[in-house]
């Protein structure tokens, strides 16, 4: 990989063409990075399109929603064990290792027999490919100048984007004109020709292996594995005696998991204090925290609620849904070229209309019409694709040295744990609320009204969280230290 050093010095203001980028000596890098973040994002779409064929071939209906909840987890642990593991090992190997053990999973699954194997792949899938998104993020910030970071990150939007549309589509065409089984070899083979890629690649630009490579935090980790697990298990079924107890002791799990990282020095996962709002990276990691859980209610229940509500196909809501991906992706390429100077109004321009969208959900859900839906949902997604794109170059510029690799590992580790989190959230105001029991369109509206209505006080600790990540303060103070 191409060593970023030499371009340090380079103004950081100056606009950046596709063309100077895509025929600089960064192109392979950005190649390997965008293949590894296609592994995690269209995966999830092609066994969604396949569980269907899966269930009914092999059984275990009961299991289903733990195929999703099992890659979660996987994702979080791994995204949030990735920056300690470059700190220790450099970037090729554990890059490596995670692409094959997507690999390995994905064969673990292609010959399963039976649902309780094919779960034990998809943990292994998690595991690798939370750890190649959360590499992948860490290889931007440290590969890449500081110029090129909004266009390398524009480009791994994009493959968001398509794996919305190519996902299904990939996985429609295994079950109609081969197997199930083939899907998942499929991946394998691009995972482990991935894998070889990595390990043949030189390794520089990355941190160099430390000599104390023995340590690892198993506890810690475990601790916030179990913390994600309680809260969703809390809202399986909404009970007072059931419920309150699980989120509590999840909650429980997670601040004390947040505790002995803070107090775990060289071997912390997360950045210091990875949610004090005066901070850079706390500002940016609880802004995208919270907005992760505010936005997750119209993936988890927006199709489920509008068939209900308005009488439209499964396959018109999922698009519907998929208007998001395609608003992040527009947006995402159209404003990577702007130079830094522009980053903070960007972030909060971006920032204020995701939590516009979800006033908008609010009212157009339940009352329509379903174009409006749609509208929203682009809204949404071109929010976060124009402050995304500059939410890591921000937060690098102002890291401590010492915290770059931390925070840009930390940062889709962190959606992901929103997203969880926010999903659990949402699921027991939904059951709360009659999810289970409604039987007309009256009753399914009155349900997305207090889903979305839930969403509201995150989307404005996420904006809070947004001002502090803007403001020009702290980047004076730190020119000024310097």
Request: net charge neutral; charged share 15%; with cysteine.
């Amino acid at each position: 990989m191409v060593d970023a050093d030499t371009e340090a010095g380079k103004d950081a203001e100056t606009f950046v063409s596709w063309r100077e980028f895509l025929g600089s000596p960064y192109a392979a890098s950005l190649a390997l990075v965008c293949l590894a973040v296609w592994l995690h994002a269209a995966d999830s779409l092609i066994v969604a399109t396949m569980l269907p064929s899966i269930v009914a071939e092999i059984g275990g209906a009961a299991l289903v929603g733990w195929s999703v909840s099992l890659y979660e987890i996987g994702s979080i642990v791994a995204g949030a064990a990735s920056a300690l593991l470059i700190i220790r090992f450099g970037l090729r190997a554990p890059m490596g290792m995670a692409t094959a053990l997507f690999g390995f999973g994905c064969i673990l699954r292609a010959v399963s027999p039976a649902m309780p194997l094919l779960l034990t792949g998809r943990a292994l899938q998690g595991l690798g490919g939370g750890g190649l998104v959360a590499m992948g993020f860490v290889a931007v910030g440290l590969i890449f100048p500081r110029r090129y970071i909004a266009r390398a990150m524009a480009a791994v939007s994009t493959l968001w984007g398509v794996s919305a549309f190519a996902g299904p589509l990939v996985g429609g065409f295994f079950v109609e004109y081969a197997t199930w089984h083939w899907g998942f070899v499929f991946f394998a083979c691009q995972a482990f020709a991935l894998a070889l890629w990595i390990v043949l690649r030189s390794d520089a630009g990355a941190t160099r292996p430390t000599a104390d490579a023995a340590a690892f935090p198993v506890g810690r980790l475990s601790l916030l594995c179990l913390a994600v697990v309680l809260v969703a298990f809390g809202g399986v079924e909404v009970s007072i005696p059931r419920t309150v107890p699980s989120v509590a002791a999840g909650l429980a799990c997670l601040i004390g998991f947040l505790w002995l990282d803070e107090r775990a020095g060289d071997t912390r996962l997360l950045p210091r204090r990875p949610f004090d709002p005066q901070r850079t990276a706390g500002a940016a990691l609880l802004m995208i925290l919270s907005m992760s859980m505010a936005t997750i209610a119209v993936t988890a229940f927006g199709p489920l609620l509008v068939t209900a509500i308005h009488g439209v196909s499964a396959l018109t809501a999922g698009y519907i849904v998929a208007c998001s991906s395609i608003g992040w992706t527009v947006m995402a390429v159209l404003v990577s070229g702007l130079p830094e100077r522009f980053d903070r109004l960007m972030i909060a321009l971006g920032m204020t209309a995701v939590a516009l969208s979800i006033l908008g959900f609010l009212q157009a859900v339940p009352e329509g019409p379903v174009w409006l839906i749609a509208v929203f949902a682009a809204l949404e997604g071109g929010g976060f694709g124009m402050a995304w794109t500059f939410v890591l170059r921000r937060t690098v510029a102002l890291a401590d040295a010492d915290e770059v690799q931390r925070v840009s590992g930390a940062i889709p580790t962190i959606q992901r744990l929103g997203y969880a989190l926010g999903a659990a959230y949402v699921g027991i105001v939904a059951n709360a609320s009659g999810l289970l029991s409604m039987e007309t369109a009256a009753d399914a509206a009155k349900v997305a009204r207090w889903i979305f209505m839930s969403c509201l006080p995150f989307a404005a600790i996420g904006l809070i969280a947004m001002s502090a990540l803007v403001r020009e303060r702290e980047r004076a103070d730190r020119r000024q230290a310097e």
